[in-house]
């Protein structure tokens, strides 16, 4: 009798256990919440601009991860896709480069709301223009009427690239 109560007592937990697992989806217990979506590829949302007493910045907002930049002095800025030139006033360009990274949607619709194309009076940085939103490519150009001297970094929460351009020696904004 004993041994029919123990095999009636499993074959209960057996059933409990079933039944309570068929309520509860499988991958429910090895399931993370999730903070908030981020977006798996870069999304570049804004660009702004600041004179400092011994130096101009440029401030490129990221939505995502942020995934390394490149800066590269260039002899005139073109647009990606087309190759038209950018028609931005200037004699030094540095084009800043973000990939992978896009400045649109999943749906194709304009994420960023920075300059598309803008004259910046400031002693160094004389303009900005959005150059490339292409192929998984976002560029963005800064034009400059002397040789810039310069240095990057970024920041954290929110992600931005940050391009600090040194006055020249005895300029003050």
Same mark, same amino acid.
């Given at each position: 009798?004993? %041994?029919?109560?123990?095999?009636?007592?499993?074959?209960?937990?057996?059933?409990?256990?079933?039944?309570?697992?068929?309520? =509860?989806?499988?991958?429910?217990?090895?399931? +993370? #919440?999730?903070?908030?979506?981020?977006?798996?590829?870069?999304?570049?949302?804004?660009?702004?601009?600041?004179? %400092?007493?011994?130096f101009d910045r440029l401030v490129i907002d990221v939505?995502? #991860?942020?995934? #390394?930049?490149?800066?590269?002095?260039?002899?005139?800025? %073109?647009?990606?896709?087309?190759?038209?030139?950018? $028609?931005?006033?200037?004699?030094?360009?540095?084009? =800043? +480069? @973000?990939? #992978?990274?896009?400045?649109?949607?999943?749906?194709?619709?304009?994420?960023?709301?920075?300059?598309?194309?803008?004259?910046?009076?400031? $002693?160094?940085?004389?303009?900005?223009?959005?150059?490339?939103? @292409?192929?998984?490519?976002?560029? =963005?150009?800064?034009?400059?009427?002397?040789?810039?001297?310069?240095?990057? @970094?970024?920041?954290?929460?929110?992600?931005? @690239?940050?391009?600090? =351009?040194? %006055?020249?020696?005895?300029?003050?904004?």
């Amino acid at each position: 009798m004993l %041994h029919r109560q123990r095999l009636a007592a499993v074959a209960a937990g057996i059933l409990l256990t079933a039944g309570i697992g068929a309520t =509860i989806p499988a991958d429910a217990a090895t399931e +993370r #919440p999730r903070a908030t979506t981020q977006p798996a590829t870069a999304l570049v949302v804004n660009a702004r601009w600041g004179g %400092h007493s011994t130096f101009d910045r440029l401030v490129i907002d990221v939505r995502g #991860p942020m995934r #390394p930049v490149t800066v590269t002095p260039v002899g005139a800025l %073109h647009h990606d896709g087309s190759g038209e030139r950018v $028609p931005l006033a200037g004699k030094y360009f540095l084009e =800043i +480069r @973000f990939s #992978p990274a896009a400045a649109h949607n999943e749906s194709g619709r304009s994420v960023y709301e920075g300059p598309r194309l803008l004259k910046i009076h400031l $002693p160094m940085l004389k303009g900005v223009a959005l150059t490339g939103d @292409f192929e998984g490519v976002v560029t =963005i150009g800064a034009a400059f009427d002397t040789k810039p001297a310069y240095k990057t @970094f970024t920041l954290h929460s929110p992600e931005r @690239f940050v391009l600090d =351009i040194a %006055h020249p020696v005895g300029c003050r904004a």
